[in-house]
């Protein structure tokens, strides 16, 4: 069993950067894929970014070169640091981990966080 918490949602202006966290606990985060999704107001949820436990990164196109994903196997913790915010990138965030890249990447992975809010707005 694996649980998740997100944290570092905010508000913040257009060109701005934010840094989410997702702290993982219960089992050996090492082995296991991490993924981030979003679901924006009204639309379905979406991905945005996968890291394998190799270290493999995949992004969603309208996030590439603007996001990055990363984890500390040391501190059991993935992050998304996400630049040159655009109001579009309004949504919730979610972190999500599986053994299998394949699952998350069609959002059939088996652990998920609750979620943090992020706002980009002026």
């Known amino acids: 069993q694996v649980q998740l918490v997100e944290s570092g949602g905010d508000l913040v202006q257009p060109g701005g950067s934010l840094r989410l966290s997702c702290a993982a606990s219960?089992?050996?985060?090492?082995?296991?894929?991490m993924g981030w999704y979003r679901q924006p107001p009204g639309k379905q949820r979406q991905l945005v970014a996968v890291?394998?436990?190799?270290?493999?990164?995949t992004y969603a196109d309208s996030v590439k070169g603007r996001f990055t994903i990363s984890r500390d196997n040391a501190k059991n913790t993935v992050y998304l640091q996400m630049n040159s915010l655009k109001p579009e990138d309004t949504a919730i965030y979610y972190c999500?981990?599986?053994?299998?890249?394949?699952?998350?990447?069609?959002?059939?992975?088996?652990?998920w966080g609750q979620g943090t809010q992020v706002t980009v707005s002026s």
């Open positions: 890291m394998s436990s190799g270290g493999t990164t």
């Open positions: 999500t981990a599986d053994l299998l890249v394949r699952r998350i990447n069609i959002q059939n992975s088996k652990f």
């Open positions: 219960g089992s050996i985060f090492s082995a296991y894929a």
